[in-house]
T-cell receptor
């Protein structure tokens, strides 16, 4: 089973709203990731959590706030987003951080539209 | 020079043919290489990983790695219309911890 579950699948939010994206995996993976993907572009890394600690922040604006409550869950809190933040947000997990060669599996993504 | 380069395509092949997708990378010390398939509007799906020089086969898919040439490829035998998708090459270079570097992706069209 290589399932990573993301909710919601679609989200429309106003620029003054606060919302959260959720990601869950039950594979015992200890590394979890948030990626952002714009149309016709490859995924871009935003954050990496390794053993529930934030290990990489790719200079992401503070309006995006990640949280890892436990080893199975990863959240992305959104506040005061801009229309240009509209994208597909992808969660991924791997057995360990990718530097160890572990394969990363992606969730189905959340299609976010900021209006 | 981009860290991971792919021809964006589209690469068009007839049904039943072999599709050959290519990827080059710039960091010679890279050790882990992955191919993802992404259908339009969907998320990337891991189809192959390769770590050692040579070929690795899984069903109709063969990944090939040549570290000396900094080149990784994906062959799809007996291509089917359902293989039509964007194929993303991803590399884990040693200089980047916990990060995948993706190429721009190659769009494959398999025509019936």
């Amino acid at each position: 089973d290589t399932e990573v579950t993301q909710t919601p699948k679609h989200l429309v939010m106003g620029m003054t709203n606060k919302k959260s994206l959720k990601c869950e995996q039950h594979m015992g993976h200890r590394a979890m990731y948030w990626y952002k993907q714009k149309a016709k572009k490859p995924p871009e890394l935003m954050f990496v959590y390794s053993y529930e600690k934030l290990s990489i922040n790719e200079s992401v604006p503070s309006r995006f706030s990640p949280e890892c409550p436990n080893s199975s869950l990863l959240n992305l809190h959104l506040h005061a987003l801009q229309p240009e933040d509209s994208a597909l947000y992808l969660c991924a997990s791997s057995q360990d951080t990718i530097r160890a060669g572990a394969e990363a599996f992606f969730g189905q993504g959340t299609r976010l539209t900021v209006v | 020079q981009k860290e991971v380069e792919q021809n964006s395509g589209p690469l068009s092949v007839p049904e039943g043919a072999i599709a050959s997708l290519n990827c080059t990378y710039s960091d010679r010390g890279s050790q882990s290489f992955f191919w993802y398939r992404q259908y339009s509007g969907k998320s990337p799906e891991l189809i192959m990983s390769i770590y050692s020089n040579g070929d690795k086969e899984d069903g109709r898919f063969t990944a090939q790695l040549n570290k000396a040439s900094q080149y990784v490829s994906l062959l799809i035998r007996d291509s089917q219309p359902s293989d039509s998708a964007t194929y993303l090459c991803a590399v884990n270079p040693p200089s980047n911890t916990g990060k995948l570097i993706f190429g721009q992706g190659t769009t494959l069209q398999v025509k019936p």
